[in-house]
């Protein structure tokens, strides 16, 4: 879908459909008022008869309306007459286009845009209309048939003007319209590498995807191959990934758009392409949702493409240990004892907690960046479901600063995460006989054990923890990866 910025007048408009607001109790937004004029009183006729009731998302399309030079006009309940609330605008952003994705309307002229919004200005009301829109008309039919394909088709937006007052036709929200298509675009993409069936996006297929990205953006990559792991000593992620035929991959993916010597933010992502549990296999039911346990990993190099899209004037550095977690006669046994890159020796108790036994020695592996900070991005934790649901993500961090940057990102983008306890009272549930740390911590507070984990291997750099175990992907008839936390992830490293 392409996007532009314009203002006019509302009867003046030559596309396939016009949208235009109108309120509770038959009351007109300005664009509909305008239309009303044009068409000598055509809408307020429409309002009478009541097939519309003005509500927040409802909508009613009209046809071929005298005075008018679109073919279509649409109109979209706002509620009572006055300013929206910003959830209101989303949900009547989002009916408007929804309505129009059954029809044949190509291009659009959208005026909701220019409807007062509580405590936001124009350029807030662009980057919503875009994200809003690029939102509900995704679709993943990569793996569909070709009739599925050319059913759908065939219908859907290709060009929406967003359209605001003169005066606001400037500089502040041309920028916004080129940051929200950015971040939909890095959304979009974490989506489409979260959806994939895990047969197709292996650790190999993500790493094709940054070398692919790499060539767009002019960024450098590098792949750690099983070997060069091994020299490194990376036995704890290696020890993962043995159980699999796949082989495991260590994408390093660097945008050094900034100073030379400013310090890189390093994001890190969990990219178990698969998770079975290995030996420590998980019940069959819902299995097939492991998939979405490589969500940490694409919300990074979906970040990557938003802010290489941006040409970002930053050095973001992201790193994406890869691989899958399977059962066989090679995989590691619970009681296994690994070294981990820091030299820590980890007893494997459960192979299902295998997300920190990749992380930590890629933690690890960072330091050699001298970050600014790292964030590392994982669907680490069913607990971490049970704690906060699918509303915020989990943030766990040392670093107060860095916290409340995170948090404040997240209100921006409505994106949130829900700051999480990492004191040094829960450590002692990792305590081993054998070695130096044990990969589990019992099931009480196990979304603040694991992150626990993962501190004994960030003590030399300022660092978070995201869990988006319960935000990366909706389960249900709606079942798909939602490309969070890339809008927060983005916010973050704009601001
Ligand atoms: N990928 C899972 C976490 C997960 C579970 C995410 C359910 C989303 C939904 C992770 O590797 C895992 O299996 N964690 C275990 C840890 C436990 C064995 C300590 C868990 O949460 O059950
Ligand atoms: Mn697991
Ligand atoms: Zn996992």
Redesign the pocket.
């Known amino acids: 879908m392409e996007f532009s910025i314009k203002s006019g007048k509302a009867e003046k408009q030559r596309s396939d459909c016009v949208i235009v607001g109108v309120y509770e109790s038959a009351k007109l937004s300005e664009a509909a008022a305008s239309l009303d004029k044009a068409s000598k009183g055509f809408v307020e006729t429409v309002l009478k008869r009541g097939d519309i009731d003005g509500k927040v998302g409802s909508t009613l399309l009209l046809h071929s309306v005298p005075g008018t030079e679109a073919d279509r006009v649409l109109l979209v309940g706002l509620g009572k007459h006055g300013a929206l609330a910003e959830k209101d605008y989303r949900k009547a952003v989002i009916a408007s286009v929804k309505a129009l994705a059954k029809t044949g309307a190509k291009n659009v002229a959208n005026f909701l845009s220019e409807v007062n919004v509580s405590k936001q200005d124009a350029a807030w009301k662009v980057a919503q209309m875009v994200e809003a829109a690029r939102d509900s008309v995704y679709r993943f039919d990569a793996m569909k048939g070709k009739k599925d394909k050319e059913d759908k088709q065939a219908k859907g937006i290709e060009k929406l003007d967003i359209h605001v007052a003169e005066k606001e036709v400037n500089h502040e929200t041309k920028e916004a319209l080129k940051q929200s298509a950015a971040l939909a675009l890095g959304v979009s993409f974490t989506k489409d590498l979260g959806n994939l069936p895990p047969n197709v996006c292996t650790p190999t297929y993500l790493a094709e995807q940054a070398l692919s990205m790499a060539k767009t953006y002019g960024l450098t990559v590098q792949i750690l191959e099983r070997e060069e792991m091994q020299k490194l000593g990376m036995g704890s992620f290696l020890g993962v990934a043995q159980g699999s035929v796949q082989p495991p991959k260590m994408i390093v993916l660097q945008h050094n758009k900034g100073k030379k010597n400013q310090k890189p933010v390093v994001l890190v992502g969990k990219g ?1 392409t698969f ?1 079975t ?1 290995g030996i420590s296999l ?1 019940p069959g039911e819902g299995m097939d949702e492991m998939k979405y ?1 490589m969500c940490g990993a694409a919300s990074v190099l979906g970040t990557m493409r938003a802010i290489g899209e941006l040409k970002l004037k930053r050095n973001v550095i992201a790193v994406i240990p890869t691989c899958e ?1 399977m059962p066989s006669g090679h995989a590691t046994r619970p009681g296994d004892i690994v070294t981990s890159m820091s030299g820590q020796t980890i007893e494997i108790l459960n192979t ?4 920190r036994l990749i992380l930590c020695d890629a933690l690890t592996y960072v330091e050699r960046f001298k970050p600014a900070a790292v964030i590392d991005i994982a669907t680490l934790t069913g607990a971490c479901v049970i704690a906060l649901g699918a509303v915020h993500s989990g943030l766990f961090s040392g670093d107060d600063a860095l916290a409340e940057d995170l948090l404040s990102a997240g209100r921006q983008s409505q994106d949130t995460v829900w700051r999480m306890p990492l004191d040094q009272a829960y450590h002692d549930q990792l305590k081993s006989n054998f070695a130096d740390m044990a990969n589990i911590g019992g099931r009480p507070g196990g979304s603040v054990t694991a992150a626990c984990f993962l501190s004994k291997y960030t003590e030399k750099y300022t660092w978070a923890h995201l869990d988006i175990a319960g935000t990366a992907w909706k389960s249900g008839a709606a079942k798909g990866a939602t490309g969070r936390p890339v809008p927060l992830l983005v916010n973050y490293l704009l601001a």
Do not use: F, V, Y
């Open positions: 178990i998770d549990g998980k346990d977690n299902d907690a295998e997300g």
